[in-house]
T-cell receptor, first 113, second 113 residues
Framework: DTGVSQDPRHKITKRGQNVTFRCDPI?????LYWYRQTLGQGPEFLTY????????KSRLLSDRFSAERPKGSFSTLEIQRTEQGDSAMYLCASGQGSTDTQYFGPGTRLTVL | GESVGLHLPTLSVQEGDNSIINCAYSNSASDYFIWYKQESGKGPQFIIDIRSNMDKRQGQRVTVLLNKTVKHLSLQIAATQPGDSAVYFC????????????FGSGTQLTVLP
């Protein structure tokens, strides 16, 4: 499978715990995005990487959220001190060069108890 | 604020009929639009896209129409099949360096036997 992959697919955690998600983009895609999707809504943009540089962050991304893409390939999204309001599907998407098309992974479903 | 929205939250069609899913957008600066299909528990799947310098684009069984005058986008699915049942999102490219997508809330398409 050469699509975007995400791990884990599901995560259940207790409030206050830290969680980390991983995204592996399509090979050689230099653009990588994180989105969050709640039930019945469309995805909302969180942050964007071009290669290893994080170029844009949404105001939705509070101080408890941090994302990295250290080598310009895979990316991680960490949420510290999780809250029940963080429960959502976290989606990763990647794209290549100057094209605007974004291809999404299967997502990580986070449930905070 | 600027947003992408859908006219109808649900749409039911008979198998074999054509489906039309509509979308309104308000950001006149958007120059790229994309339709995604999302099945339950999965990430959004790219269907078709269109740039603002085009009025129509066709794919396999799908056609996207763009009317910039009234800021309207539609997705036409020919000979709708049971496998087409899903939530369909339109998204627009937000101007800026990240070129992140702004999504509407989606239309649930149900194909009746």
């Amino acid at each position: 499978d050469t699509g975007v992959s995400q791990d884990p697919r599901h995560k259940i955690t207790k409030r206050g715990q830290n969680v980390t998600f991983r995204c592996d983009p399509i090979s050689e895609h230099n653009r990588l995005y994180w989105y969050r999707q709640t039930l019945g809504q469309g995805p909302e943009f969180l942050t964007y990487f071009q290669n290893e540089a994080q170029l844009e962050k949404s105001r939705l991304l509070s101080d408890r959220f941090s994302a990295e893409r250290p080598k310009g390939s895979f990316s991680t999204l960490e949420i510290q001190r999780t809250e029940q309001g963080d429960s959502a599907m976290y989606l990763c998407a990647s794209g290549q060069g100057s094209t605007d098309t974004q291809y999404f992974g299967p997502g990580t479903r986070l449930t905070v108890l | 604020g600027e947003s992408v929205g859908l006219h109808l939250p649900t749409l039911s069609v008979q198998e074999g009929d054509n489906s039309i899913i509509n979308c309104a957008y308000s950001n006149s600066a958007s120059d790229y639009f994309i339709w995604y299909k999302q099945e339950s528990g999965k990430g959004p799947q790219f269907i078709i896209d269109i740039r603002s310098n085009m009025d129509k684009r066709q794919g396999q069984r799908v056609t996207v129409l763009l009317n910039k005058t009234v800021k309207h986008l539609s997705l036409q699915i020919a000979a709708t099949q049971p496998g087409d049942s899903a939530v369909y999102f339109c998204a627009e490219n937000k101007a800026g360096s990240a070129r992140q997508l702004t999504f509407g809330s989606g239309t649930q398409l149900t194909v009746l036997p």
